[in-house]
């Protein structure tokens, strides 16, 4: 009998269907650094990158069922189907109230890092900058290395919606980081 580090996800998901603890916690631990850095990409705030997992992870124990196997679809699929949406979620609800505090404490943080902190911070405000959908688009296919038919997927979108997001994407990213490039050399 494998163990449970030998088990796919899907099988894990078949045990923890069956409540088994054990099999939770494998998956949690196998998976949670990814979900963290995905919802940390998208969201740009450490706790509620953490509580989006956490209450992710919560709503997969509290009902198993929600996956379900004949589907045919990987577990890591359908997860980061709830992660983008959880994500998507948090996003609406912050902008119908006002995230000034979530803005200032990213500016803060960038504000004491070195120069080459500087430029990740640089990315990093840029990919912020991007429309949600782009940001989560790049994010799948290239922090997370899914393909882009899996990204798809996730995001309930065709696949050539998703390359069109891609490309608009990096055409706003290459913009914005060269407009920052010429500042700075404007400014030395």
């Known amino acids: 009998m494998k163990s449970l580090k030998q088990q796919t996800d899907e099988e894990l998901m078949v045990l923890i269907q069956a409540f088994n603890h054990e099999a939770f916690s494998e998956l949690v631990i196998r ?9 940390y990409r998208t969201l740009f705030h450490q706790s509620d990158a953490e509580d989006i997992v956490q209450e ?6 509290r009902k198993p069922t929600l ?3 004949k589907r045919g679809v990987q577990f890591k699929t359908w997860f980061y189907r709830i992660i983008v949406n959880a994500c998507y979620d948090l996003n609406k609800k912050k902008s119908s109230q006002e995230s000034s505090l979530v803005d200032n404490d990213y500016e803060e943080a960038a504000a004491e890092e070195d120069h080459t902190s500087q430029q990740l911070s640089d990315i990093d405000t840029a990919l912020k900058n991007l429309p949600e ?3 989560t688009a790049l994010n799948l296919c290239f922090y997370e290395e899914l393909s882009n038919k899996e990204a798809a997927s996730i995001m309930d979108i065709r696949l050539k919606a998703l390359q069109s997001l891609i490309m ?20 030395k």
Do not use: G, P
């Open 67 to 69: 996956w379900q196997q």
């Open 56 to 61: 992710s992870f919560l709503k997969l124990w």
């Open 133 to 135: 959908r782009q940001r």
């Open 31 to 39: 998976h949670s650094d990814r979900f963290y850095a995905l919802s």
């Open 168 to 187: 608009r994407a990096k055409t706003a990213l290459k913009a914005q980081l060269s407009i920052s490039e010429e500042d700075d050399h404007e400014n």
